[in-house]
């Protein structure tokens, strides 16, 4: 018995030790194999549906299914140097498919009635037209209420509504993704119109109501709710909204590392704690830094000379490189974004459209020439998680077999072409035409 007792300690402790150390390298590459690949035997047919047997084609993903963002508040926000411009927006197309809006309430109306239209229009456009699926930030927030806006719970309730219906309505068709509420367990203890709303209700319900609005506003929107605390509260609280029937359909989980780089173990955890509730979860928000770490709790302020070093650098590469192979890897996961692109700082009214708090958090330094973890994950992403271009040449049946990532696709055949997916549920053999 004693003897057994031992083994029992021994197989327990061992296992308590593997979860405390780094998921192995060949661990995470099967998983990402295993989730986000898929077997492929595509089958090439002319008009006539007719295979086109021994024939030389060029397959290429387009766009993956998995959403790597950014959000892209610099956008139109550097006014005085027009080649700098250029090259955050050539940077980030670049680089990502997703990208979060800046619907700040104070910046989006700063004015009561008149509101900041046009540049959320033309973010949204551009962000289109390169292939960026666009997503709003945030609907319901109790940071960054315009000055203007002083309301008891009831008339803030009211006003919130007609906020979160005007937008959602307005953008429908090019903006339907969106955070509906942002850290609403924290609201109540905010003295301010939607501080008190959420107090006088409490988060759930102000999360439930946020969901109801963009819902009724835009039957397909894609909705999310959004906070940093990972606890088991945020996930009480997305319990609670699922058997009220009012689910988010996705979960955003804040990771911004300016106090300290999450461990595997950390990552895990969390994505393990939201993951029983089959919705996808996206991490929203993700920082880490390539200077020295912050040392006080001002989230707020400007920090000046908090600087990019080269070390830093190097370092932030290689945390880039870790925690997104290892979110990668993970099925319930199903975005990434980081927070910002570039250290560049805008100093005045439109100080939020920088580098938050004037970090060095940046992909791109202030000069907006790339830091190693740009190239990272233009690697990781572009490269190594991206299918093609792949030179086949199909049989005698028409066909050619190959491994792709989950994704939109195109397909030439001399001066033919043609589009399809492969999705988690794609039938390992099927066609595409060619015209």
Known sequence: MHKFRILIFILF????????????????????????????????????????????VVIEETNQKFLFGCNIFLWGGITNNHEMQKLYREYFASLFNYATLPLYWGSYEPEKGKKDDSLISNIALWCRS?????????????????YWADYDSKTADDVLEKRVSDIVGKYKGLIDTFDAINESLDGPKHDNSVGRWEKEIGPIEAS????????????NAMILINDYNTTTAYASQINVLKELGFPPDAIGIQSHMHQGVWSDEQILDIVDRF??????????????LSGHLKDDNDWFSYHPGWNTTPGGERYQAEQVERIYRLLFSLPSVEAITWWDLSDYYNS???????????APAGLLRKDMTPKPAYNVLHRLIREE?????????????????????????KIQMGAMSGAFKITEDTNNKFSVIVR
């Open 385 to 409: 998680w991206n299918t093609g271009p792949l030179k086949l040449t199909t049989d005698s049946n028409g066909s050619v077999f190959f491994r792709g990532f989950i994704g939109a696709y």
């Open 13 to 56: 402790f061992s296992g308590f030790i593997s979860n405390l150390l780094p998921v192995s390298k060949e661990e995470i590459d099967a998983r990402i194999i295993k989730y986000r690949t898929r077997e492929i035997t595509l089958t090439v047919k002319n008009q006539k549906g007719i295979p086109e047997s021994l024939s030389e």
């Open 348 to 358: 005045g009214a439109d100080a939020w459209m920088g580098a938050w708090m004037g």
């Open 275 to 288: 993951s029983h509730y089959n919705i996808p979860i996206h991490f929203t928000e993700m920082t880490i």
């Open 130 to 146: 390169s292939g960026i699926w666009p997503k709003g930030h945030p609907l319901v927030w109790h940071y960054f209420d315009p």
């Open 208 to 219: 439930r109501r946020a969901i109801s609005w963009v819902r009724d506003a835009n039957p």
